[in-house]
């Protein structure tokens, strides 16, 4: 399985060429901000996402994606 991870600072297109390259390449594709922060109406400060809630989004990825992992 093809893994790709991407990192940069705020606003540089991580999330853009990230889902670009799941498109293109056929891969699953996890934001992270989806699963660490509430949403926000414009203008509004991000508020952290209760961590037992991104971990239930997380195992849901995991499983919907059939995401394996090395030994």
């Given at each position: 399985m093809k893994r790709i991870v991407i990192f940069g600072n705020s606003g540089s297109g991580?999330?853009?060429?990230?889902?670009?390259?799941?498109?293109?390449?056929?891969?699953a594709h996890l934001d992270l901000d989806l699963i660490a922060w509430l949403t926000a109406a414009d203008g509004d400060i991000p508020t952290r996402m209760p961590v037992s809630e991104s971990k239930q989004k997380l195992v849901s990825f995991i499983i919907t994606e059939r995401v394996s992992f090395p030994a």
């Open positions: 991580k999330s853009t060429l990230a889902k670009q390259l799941s498109q293109n390449e056929g891969l």
